[in-house]
């Protein structure tokens, strides 16, 4: 299969850009595989998170299929600690996974901008609703493989969200994507 994808587009170039079934409004953040917007679902008429597979990754097969896995993964799981999935595919060339915005900060810039760790009450609390979301997780055959505070958010009304299943092991998907080391 070959991907003709642009690589001369800047990720700013995206913004106002339909992709899937959503337009695009500003660029929430980047990881190693991609970057994540905030977009206005035009069927669901409401604000979404989307992750787009960069155009470098895009052009590798492993990458694609580990990508799909994440958006097959994550859509499995209903947790009210999991950040949900919408919808996964493939539009303009631009793969991407349509997901729950959460309005909310990871808990490294909690710790950062807090200069040093958070309370401990607070702490166990968190620490209590992401066992909750590893729970359902592995009852369901997924282990995340990925936990870090940049992957723990924090809504501004204290719940707490896991995401980026991207690492995950997946018992029921194809085990051959994951490999030792």
């Known amino acids: 299969q070959v991907f003709l994808v642009d690589f ?3 990720k700013e170039d995206l913004i106002g850009r339909n992709i ?25 008429k409401r604000e979404v ?4 597979l960069s155009p470098e990754s895009s052009l590798n097969e492993e990458r694609i299929t580990r990508f799909r896995r ?20 493939e539009d303009q060339s631009f793969h991407y996974i349509t997901m729950e915005y959460v309005e909310g900060r990871n808990i490294d810039s909690l710790i950062k901008e807090g200069k040093g760790p958070l309370p401990p009450r607070e702490a ?19 282990i995340h493989r990925d936990i870090k505070p940049g992957n723990i958010l924090v809504q501004a009304d204290g719940r707490v969200k896991l995401v980026d299943f991207g690492l995950a ?11 030792t080391g």
């Open 49 to 52: 998170a989307i992750k787009i």
């Open 20 to 44: 899937g079934s959503c337009i695009l409004l500003r660029r929430l953040g980047h990881g190693a595989m991609g970057d994540v917007y905030l977009a206005q679902h035009e069927v669901l």
């Open 70 to 89: 994440e958006g097959f993964t994550t859509g499995r799981l209903d947790h009210p600690n999991i950040a949900c999935i919408f919808d996964a595919g």
């Open 8 to 10: 001369e587009y800047e």
């Open 169 to 179: 092991f997946d018992a029921v998907a194809d085990a051959g994507v994951t490999h």
């Open 124 to 142: 166990a609390r968190i620490a209590l609703e992401i066992c909750g979301a590893l729970s359902a997780a592995h009852e369901a055959g997924i």
